[in-house]
Nanobody, 121 residues
Framework: QVQLAESGGGLVQPGGSLRLSCAAS????????MGWYRQAPGLQRLLVAT???????NYADSVKGRFTISRANAKNTVYLQMNSLKPEDTAVYYC???????????????WGQGTQVTVSS
């Protein structure tokens, strides 16, 4: 069973910073793309940023220049450094990973349980 455990959410003032972490655990062969999505109340879950095994990144336009995604492959961990936070960044942030459990099977999508980020004065 593959599990994704997020940490680092919380309450921060506008203009502040937070760093989210997500570690994958369990028995698996490898991890392909990892990333972060977010969901605000009443809205769809939307892409924030993704990163491939070789470090290629993709960001939502709304976070470009403010958020940075990175990963530590040896630790099966992905990070999201969030700077210059705005009230509209308030959402539950979900970790995502494409995990290949065994070499003979295609990778499957896994999600964390989510961590709340609230930006408010």
């Amino acid at each position: 069973q593959v599990q994704l455990a997020e940490s680092g959410g919380g309450l921060v003032q506008p203009g502040g910073s937070l760093r989210l972490s997500c570690a994958a655990s369990g028995r698996f062969f490898g991890i392909k793309t990892m990333g972060w999505y977010r969901q605000a109340p009443g809205l769809q879950r939307l892409l924030v940023a993704t990163i491939t095994t070789d470090g290629s990144t993709n960001y939502a336009d709304s976070v470009k220049g403010r958020f940075t995604i990175s990963r530590a492959n040896a630790k099966n961990t992905v990070y999201l450094q969030m700077n210059s936070l705005k009230p509209e960044d308030t959402a539950v942030y979900y970790c995502y990973a494409q995990v290949q459990v065994v070499p003979s099977r295609a990778a499957s999508d896994y999600w964390g349980q989510g961590t709340q980020v609230t930006v408010s004065s």
